[in-house]
């Protein structure tokens, strides 16, 4: 079996507002241990790590902003994970920027036909082994020049996911024949019905002079002002600190919306390997241990006659009485109640909370 080196590009920007309150501006959810003792960037950096499975995973990129960076060289020190570059943001830009930054980084480094893996920190995938043959075989279509997205077969009509739908066959995937938008129900049940859909991961591999060139053609500004941010880029050692003014140039844009939806060379590789986005407390009820009710309890939690709730607590004793489906999350400062069917909207209460100037609270 031919093994394949795969760097693997961690970004690490987000701020997971719909895990608030405990997910905050300066511990998002991916610095949090919250689908097992290790914290998801732990999770994450850990599963792209050494050989095995076809691939070699090269020693790590990690993209985050300066606010986290301290945090995220202890939390990778304590896994005992190097990383061959730590690239600080000025200010978000969304993920086609961090795409050209990687591959304009692997050109750098002289490595032009380098295969990159651009993936999220906060996402949690429970089979490893079935992750790392999804990224050999889907490593075979990116060394023929084709920009290949991870495409999870549905287990129900979610509408909180944009969706792929399949072309041709290439390989152990396909082409991708279009993206989809998140949908309504309706519209969700129609896609699993088809059998031709998957959800959308926001997992990408490919080879650096292949995004390069189709950004070229494609966004050509956000190409521009992201190399030239590395290019000015502020250097100690791993760490590089982008240049302010001309990554804030930059047009704020996906790599979806970007690449993947103009480009020809758009492949999806079916992925089963047990993802979730963790984009929800009722996400994160469905990945936990549940009691024999269905109740999933965390830290100093009491659950009495209730059924498939979630409660978590963070330094305060928290108490559930005659309560089901819902979800409870205990900080010292915050207490969040809903119904697990409007775990989505808590970013409406972080929304709230900005109009009302509570940045203490954020």
């Known amino acids: ?44 950096a850990g599963r792209v790590c050494g050989d095995g499975g076809g691939v070699t995973f090269e020693r790590p990129v990690l993209v985050a902003g300066a606010a986290h960076r301290e945090q995220i060289a202890a939390q990778l020190e304590n896994l005992g994970v ?21 591959a304009g980084l692997a050109a750098e480094m002289g490595q032009p036909e380098a295969l990159l893996l651009l993936l999220p920190s906060d996402h949690h995938i429970r089979d490893a082994a ?15 020049g084709r920009i290949v997205t991870f495409g999870i077969k549905p287990s129900g009509p979610e509408t909180g996911y944009g969706y792929i739908r399949r072309g041709a066959a290439m390989g152990d995937g ?20 088809d059998g031709g859909y998957y959800w959308n991961a926001g997992i990408f591999l490919f080879r650096a002079d292949t995004v390069l060139a ?29 240049d302010p003014q001309a990554f804030g140039a930059c047009p704020s844009d996906s790599f979806d919306y970007a690449v993947m939806e103009k480009t020809a060379a758009a492949a999806v590789m079916p992925a089963d390997i047990g993802w979730s986005d963790v984009g929800s407390w009722a996400a994160l009820w469905e990945l936990s241990d549940k009691d024999a009710d269905g109740n999933a309890a965390h830290g100093e939690v009491t659950v009495i006659d209730s059924a498939n709730a979630y ?30 069917e409007r775990a989505q909207d808590v970013k409406a209460v972080v929304d709230a909370l900005k109009a009302e100037g509570r940045d203490e609270l954020l």
């Open 214 to 242: 189709e950004m070229a053609a494609h966004c050509p500004e956000i190409r521009d002002c992201a190399l030239q941010a590395l290019r000015a880029a502020r250097r100690d050692g791993a760490v590089m600190a982008l």
């Open 174 to 193: 396909f082409e991708v024949a279009a993206f989809r938008e998140k949908p309504d129900r309706a519209t969700a049940e129609g896609y699993l019905a």
């Open 1 to 44: 079996m031919t093994t394949r080196n795969v760097i693997p590009v961690i970004m690490s920007g987000g701020s997971g507002t719909r895990l608030w309150p405990l997910s905050r501006r300066a511990t998002p959810k991916q610095l949090l241990p919250l689908t097992g003792e290790r914290t998801m960037l732990q999770e994450t």
């Open 311 to 340: 409660v978590r607590a963070e330094g305060v004793k928290t108490a559930v009485i005659g309560l089901d489906n819902v979800v409870v999350v205990a900080t010292r400062d915050a207490v969040l109640v809903t119904s697990r």
């Open 130 to 144: 079935a992750f790392r043959d999804t990224v050999a075989r889907g490593a075979r279509l990116a060394e023929q």
């Open 82 to 102: 190097a990383p061959q570059a730590l690239v600080i943001e000025p200010t978000g830009r969304n993920t086609a920027p961090v795409a050209a930054v990687a």
